[in-house]
């Protein structure tokens, strides 16, 4: 083979031969001329690695070849986009996947998309058809953004994509440099990108092309409409008959033989009837034409073209109305499915192309904390969660963590409570003494030995069952018995028969016993006494005073410990204000909630928007669901708790000082404003179940009642209702979080602090607590009063009627000292 030197230069000197004429623009017709003509790829000409590659795209060929004729296409699309309809649009931040914490209740974007888009459509038909064009058209949607002269967004406007040419960037810093688009006059309007929302799925490579189910479901589409188109014609034009009997027409009149002969006519009102025609003279014969034709097998094919079409667009069967040959659970799972794999992320596509017109914490979605489907998999994690707690292998606190809920963090919901009789696992030394489960001192246990062992091994027994098995084991010797040994003397025996109890026993003896006089018994008591000589003190003797000395040493002070109207006045004051704030968001939400479209829709304070809006009705509201007690009832526990909590630290932490000098705040003083915290969440339940009564009565008694009287109702109640329910229940948490974080602290310093109960001593105290003023008992111990317990002012275990209002404290001090 020749060499060339510089084959460039060389061919400058001579003629250079014809250059190829390009290539022609692939196009692609799968049959082109046809009766129908394949929309596989929509007579796409593309231009691969332009920014022209969807240019080509008929998006009219689409819809009418695809999206109206196939069945399973339509379906598709029509699930997928009826969601995007339905669901409202949320604006908020913080919170999780579900559910924002705070909610935005009015915002320009609100307004078009929930309630009117432009003049011509509602926000639910305009994102029921950007949902369907985001899923047929390979350009994508188009969205154009009227704005006023403040700014503010106005209309949105949904441009047919294929009247709508991208105009790219010659220089690529700014990708797009405009749109243009041409009406249905032929002129043309030059739209800048910040006026136009471009939405599409985007394409792996060409940033100016999305994608489409339909690319890859085309021949499926082709295959699905061919099938059905054949099975039509073949309907339409068979004129086979069931079968044939041949007779000698010979002498039949020609008009007779002409009737018969239209019996071969076509038409599927004739199939399956017999047909008579001549066969020659003398003969009769029959033909069976009732055998399977030469067709295709119209089943199979829509079969696998069904099953392709949904694949395509990740819709099941079950999802668009036919659920047979499924169990529920697969129904369940195919629900959840659609959502979690198509659903959601159509919908997340969607709305993240209206957050560049929010601010950079807020952002935009649809509101799907009420699809069931999506509760499955939390629903599952829930139900295994309450199976492993009820073997004890969860405590209730990593149960709330999977329900969604805030731990309480107190020692009876860190431990484990071991079936079936549930007897707590403590989760460490500080918890085991709140639940009075820690060693007592001096029984010997092993430097560093698990508490829990003794727990662990006595496995699920209960104590009655450790009781029984130890009756049933041998007695050890008493001390009385050893007593008797050394003296000689025979040790006494039990009785026979079947084991009773200390008090059966001492019931026994006092019914056996007689008050006349002491016996022999007494007389030699008194004998004994007498002739014994008393032993001296000894070494040890002086040891133990001198021991006791010391112990006494560190009682409480000459002045005790008593908390003081500051205490209760600062806790006050700041439960009110947490109060305060919670209520009046409660009120605005509970009336945004009245305003919103989904809490009015099909009752009789639905607006109509035009004549034929038919979403009205003649029901009420439901006011349940309007308040949503449950919910407050969490979010005020939630807020209070750590406020009491803080306050009950600080007291136990006084007087764990004042006790023993120590800062250490047993766990049992943090659960009593806990306990508080639920008691004043219960208190808002009941406050909302009363505002729910009134809405329910206003809406019954009043049929002209609008939407503004129901508004005015709610503030109305508020301002009635609110202040009270702030002052009563600051004041209850107070006493009742300062009183039992005091009492909890006093019992863990011991048995020989003693309480004194103190009132205000001023015309609001109650009798009963007037009777207890002064009343000293030893901690531990609950003062009664008309039939009722109470541990401490303010007791939240006690009845209400001796807890409300109250005002009274206690005074701690030592069993030698008084107030």
């Known amino acids: 083979m ?107 974007l609100l307004r078009l998309l929930n309630k009117k888009a432009n003049p011509l459509e509602t926000g639910d038909v305009f994102k029921k058809r950007l949902s369907a064009q985001l899923l047929l058209s390979k350009k994508g949607v188009f969205i154009e953004k009227t704005k006023s002269r403040g700014g503010v967004l106005t209309r949105l406007d949904l441009l047919p994509p294929d009247r709508v040419q991208i105009i790219p960037d010659d220089r690529n810093a700014a990708y797009v440099k405009h749109f243009e688009f041409t009406d249905y006059a032929g002129n043309i309007r030059e739209l800048k990108p910040e006026k136009v929302i471009w939405i599409r799925d985007p394409h792996p490579t060409d940033p100016f092309c999305g994608v489409t189910p339909l690319e890859a479901a085309g021949l499926s589409v082709d295959l699905d409409v061919k099938a059905r188109t054949y099975n039509i014609s073949f309907i339409d034009n068979d004129g086979r008959p069931g079968g044939i009997v041949g007779i000698d027409l010979d002498g039949v009149d020609a008009n007779e033989v002409e009737r018969i002969q239209k019996r071969l006519a076509p038409g599927a009102h004739n199939a399956g009837q017999l047909t008579l025609v001549g066969t020659g003279p003398g003969g009769v014969t029959y033909v069976d034409t009732s055998a399977r034709p030469r067709e295709m097998a119209y089943e199979t094919l829509s079969t696998t073209a069904k099953n392709e079409i949904l694949s395509a667009f990740g819709v099941y069967e079950s999802v668009i109305g036919n659920a047979s040959e499924r169990t529920f659970n697969n129904a369940d799972r195919e629900e959840w499915n659609f959502w979690a794999h198509t659903e959601l992320p159509h919908l997340n596509l969607i709305a993240s192309a209206f957050d560049p017109d929010l601010s950079d914490d807020w952002m935009i979605r649809f509101d799907t904390s009420r699809v069931q489907a999506l509760e499955f998999p939390r629903r599952q994690a829930r139900e295994e969660a309450r199976k492993e707690f009820e073997a004890g292998l969860l405590t209730i606190d990593e149960y709330r963590v999977i329900a969604g809920r805030r731990p309480f963090h107190t020692p009876q919901t860190r431990a484990l409570w071991i079936s079936p009789q549930k007897a707590p696992i403590p989760a460490n030394d500080q918890d085991a003494t709140a639940l009075g489960l820690a060693p007592e001192p001096g029984a010997g246990a092993a430097p560093g030995a698990d508490p829990n062992a003794a727990l662990s091994a006595a496995g699920d027994q209960s104590a009655t069952a450790a009781v029984a098995q130890a009756r049933e084991l041998e007695a050890a010797p008493t001390a009385a018995t050893d007593v008797a040994l050394a003296r000689g003397e025979a040790p006494l025996e039990l009785p026979a028969g079947a084991g009773s109890s200390a008090a059966d026993e001492v019931a026994a003896a006092r019914a056996q016993s007689t008050d006349t006089r002491p016996g022999d018994a007494a007389d030699d008591v008194a004998r004994a006494r007498g002739s014994v000589a008393q032993p001296e003190d000894g070494p040890a003797a002086e040891d133990v005073a001198a021991a006791r000395a010391r112990l006494e040493s560190k009682s409480l002070p000459a002045q005790g410990f008593e908390v003081t109207d500051a205490d209760f006045d600062a806790l006050s004051m700041a439960a009110q204000a947490a109060l305060i704030a919670l209520l009046a968001r409660q009120e605005a939400v509970i009336v945004a909630r009245l305003r919103a479209p989904k809490i009015r829709k099909h009752t009789r304070f639905w607006e109509p928007e035009n004549e034929n809006d038919t979403r009205g009705g003649d029901a009420n509201i439901d006011e349940d669901r309007l308040v949503s007690a449950a919910r407050w009832a969490e979010e005020t526990t939630n807020t209070l708790a750590p406020i009491l909590q803080q306050a009950a630290t600080a007291t136990a932490r006084k007087l764990g000082q004042a006790v023993a000098g120590t800062n250490a705040v047993p766990p049992t003083a943090v659960a009593a404003a806990l306990v508080t915290a639920m008691y004043a969440g219960e208190a808002v339940t009941a406050l909302l179940s009363e505002l729910a009564e009134v809405l329910r009565e206003a809406q019954e008694n009043n049929r002209s009642l609008d939407l503004e009287n129901l508004v005015h109702t709610v503030g109305g109640f508020y301002n009635a209702a609110g202040p009270d329910l702030v002052a009563r229940v600051a004041e209850t948490c107070a006493v009742s979080t300062i009183n039992g974080a005091a009492d909890a602290a006093a019992e863990s310093a011991g048995p020989r602090v003693v309480r004194t109960w103190i009132t205000r001593r001023d015309d609001r105290v109650r009798p009963a607590h007037k009777a207890l003023h002064g009343k000293t008992l030893p901690v531990g111990n609950p003062y009664a009063v008309d039939g009722a317990s109470l541990r401490y002012p303010g007791d939240p275990f006690a009845p209400i009627a001796l807890t409300v209002n109250c005002r009274c404290r206690l005074h701690y001090a030592t069993d030698k000292e008084t107030p």
């Open 2 to 108: 020749p060499r060339y030197f510089l084959p460039t230069l060389r061919g400058l000197l001579g003629p250079r031969p014809p250059e190829p004429p390009p290539p022609q623009a692939e196009t692609k017709d799968l049959l082109a001329g046809g009766v129908y003509t394949s929309m596989s790829l929509a007579g796409v000409t593309n231009v691969w690695g332009t920014p022209g590659r969807a240019d080509g795209w008929d998006l009219e060929r689409v819809v009418t070849e695809g999206y109206e004729r196939s069945i399973w296409t339509f379906k598709s699309i029509e699930a997928i986009s009826k969601h995007a309809s339905t669901l409202p649009v949320q604006i908020g931040r913080g919170g999780d996947e579900r559910e924002f914490e705070e909610v935005l209740e009015d915002h320009p």
